[in-house]
């Protein structure tokens, strides 16, 4: 199917009211990223205080990943019975608490068992944000959810910046206890506003809480899982940028350590710069074609940055992939959530997360077995694979209705 659709029937809801939820939703994107990146700049604070060992944190760290990926499908049920909107502030208050915990751990167990929890808090949060943004973005008629992915990066800048600053000065218990209060404070405005407006419910979908399940036919489970293999290549090479490039650099091509460490800005200053502009580049190409060009760029920029033999080519080479990659996970949630609603985007997210999970390993394995840069062009081969599923699926037709609910199916009876 292409991967444009036009837009479907949902509930009126005034042009205010939207622009208000597109506001809110942005601000819960922001605020994610910015938790999540407190949280990452204080690991190296929280493993002293804990006396964990290196591989020791490393199995306490696999506490957020396992309670995200167990969280999202549950989620997307939770979605369906009470809403996005709801089920977002309620995520967005867990986060919020859950985020001042690890600091206060004195035992890698402890740890693990709380990173668990801010892992879920994690998952549901972005199965349920993105799920109101991809009935949003339908009801707005344009393709903004690149936008909202470019809050989320910007907030993470943000949340690293302050992390950096205030390190020297401020013990982890003080500076995650003010990134609680600080995420309180964005849920308690931006969550108003969801709780206050009607969120736009595609004219398909049964409304929160009534009890009628979604059905969908074979094609379209198919596609929701073609759509969440898009969003697992692109999360391959975010995981894999963010563990490994700057030991390429130092490593493979004797950068210093400060220059090394500008491999990944690079790479996430470019893939926020992809997102911001990403509303326009999807109204200009469309959809498919932005995957096809997404993935062909982060192919090439890929290549370049693991098999360049200068670090000022290797720099480009990152910020060319950070460009490629940026447009092709909002494509995919979006797509995913269109067909199947939360479920759709719980499916999504969960793809993602697992290409996450699945990058820094699988790249530390083949680069055992032959070297960092050969083991770097895997993010290419994947980007290549995003595009060439964009290319097989530009063609196929699809219609409004391809969320088939039961209550549909009996009255056809």
């Not at 919020?96 to 004195?106: F, Q």
């Not at 998952?123 to 992915?149: C, E, K, Q, T």
Request: aromatic letters at 6%; charged letters at 10%; hydrophobic letters at 50%.
């Amino acid at each position: 199917m292409p991967l444009i659709n036009k837009p479907r029937a949902h509930s009126v809801v005034p042009a205010l009211s939207l622009t208000r939820l597109r506001t809110a939703i942005t601000a819960f994107f922001a605020l994610d990223g910015f938790l999540f990146a407190g949280w990452v700049v204080r690991i190296p604070a929280v493993k002293e205080q804990t006396g964990a060992s290196t591989g020791a944190l490393g199995l306490a760290l696999l506490g957020v990943s396992a309670g995200a990926v167990l969280t999202m499908t549950l989620t997307g049920r939770l979605c369906r019975r009470y809403g996005n909107h709801q089920v977002t502030v309620v995520c967005a208050v867990l986060l919020s608490l859950s985020v001042a915990l690890p600091p206060l751990t004195h035992s890698v167990l402890a740890l693990g068992a709380v990173l668990f929890v801010f892992g879920m808090a994690y998952g549901g949060i972005n199965v349920a944000f993105n799920s109101a943004a991809v009935d949003l973005v339908a009801a707005l008629g344009r393709p903004v959810m690149p936008s909202f992915h470019a809050a989320f990066s910007l907030g993470g800048m943000a949340g690293a910046g302050l992390g950096g600053l205030v390190a020297g000065s401020l013990s982890p218990t003080r500076h995650l206890l003010g990134l609680t209060v600080i995420g309180l404070l964005v849920t308690a405005v931006a969550g108003r506003t969801l709780l206050r407006h009607e969120p736009p419910v595609p004219a398909h979908r049964p409304p929160p809480g009534d009890g009628t399940r979604h059905r969908l036919d074979p094609r379209s489970r198919r596609l929701v899982t073609v759509f969440g293999l898009i969003a697992l290549c692109t999360a391959y090479g975010e995981g894999a940028m963010a563990d490994w490039g700057a030991l390429h650099l130092e490593q493979d091509l004797d950068a210093s350590a400060g220059l090394a460490a500008a491999g990944y800005s690079c790479f996430a200053l470019a893939m926020t710069v992809g997102r911001l502009t990403g509303t326009t580049l999807l109204e200009r190409l469309g959809r498919s074609r932005t995957v096809i060009a997404g993935g062909t760029t982060a192919t090439a920029g890929m290549l370049l940055g693991s098999l360049a033999p200068s670090v000022w080519a290797a720099l480009i080479g990152f910020a060319v992939t950070g460009l490629g990659l940026a447009n092709l996970f909002p494509v995919a949630v979006e797509r995913a959530g269109s067909l199947a609603g939360p479920s759709g985007v719980a499916v999504a997210s969960t793809f993602g997360y697992g290409g996450m999970l699945l990058g820094p390993p699988a790249i530390g394995f083949i680069a055992d077995w032959f070297s960092l840069p050969t083991a770097l062009t895997s993010v290419a081969a994947l980007s290549a694979i995003a595009a060439a599923i964009g290319v097989a699926t530009r063609h196929a037709k699809s219609g409004p209705r391809q969320v088939r609910m039961k209550q549909d199916h009996a009255n056809s009876a």
